[in-house]
């Protein structure tokens, strides 16, 4: 009986993962309601607020953690 569980599992998981495909495949009508050439100026509003640099596009490099390694000894790495 356990041999057949085993092989069952996998039997009913593939069908569960099949009619799955088939509900989230359906047609649902349309989704959008307005028209492609206003997704288009959206995405293209898009990359160029993404392609903007922002406030700190370059970092300040943090200068003092160097010297803070260094000033603390860390127990088991010799005197």
Known sequence: MKVLAWLAFPLVTTVLAMCWAVWRGRSRGPRRSGGAFAS???FRRFNEAVAAPGPLATPVPR???RGLIHK???AGQGS
């Open 40 to 42: 288009v100026e959206d």
């Open 63 to 65: 200068a003092g953690l």
């Open 72 to 74: 603390f000894k860390i």
